[in-house]
């Protein structure tokens, strides 16, 4: 059982930056996958990054790519997402989560595990 929780969220300008941090409990967070994914009002969860166990692979969605970095540490069993370049449209509740693979899947259904999710807003 791998328990996950996001933090960092808030509310930013467009153009600003802004980390959202996901921290694991649980069984060795060095075992899992993770990735990052959001969902705006109306519509359906999309996957945004997504990093392997190791870290050294990492995996965007086109309209993130330039603009986040995902990161994890595994000795603070820690996962990052850097964003940059914010735009009003990556307003989302971004979730993390965590699936039991040498190298992540940009599913969401493939997802063993997620956490509670944290607002992110970007004012135009």
């Known amino acids: 059982q791998v328990t996950l929780v996001e933090s960092g969220g808030g509310l930013v300008q467009t153009g600003g930056s802004l980390m959202v941090y996901c921290t694991t409990s649980g069984r060795t967070f060095s075992d899992y996958s993770l990735g990052w994914f959001r969902q705006a009002p109306g519509k359906e969860r999309e996957f945004v990054a997504a990093?392997?166990?190791?870290?050294?692979?990492?995996y965007y969605a086109e309209s993130v790519k330039g603009r986040f970095t995902i990161s994890r540490d595994n000795a603070k069993n820690t996962m990052y997402l850097q964003m940059n370049s914010l735009k009003p449209e990556d307003t989302a509740v971004y979730y993390c989560?965590?699936?039991?693979?040498?190298?992540?899947?940009?599913?969401?259904?493939?997802?063993?595990?997620w956490g509670q999710g944290t607002q992110v807003t970007v004012s135009s």
């Open positions: 990093i392997a166990r190791s870290g050294t692979n990492t």
């Open positions: 989560a965590a699936i039991s693979r040498t190298v992540p899947l940009t599913t969401a259904r493939a997802y063993n595990y």
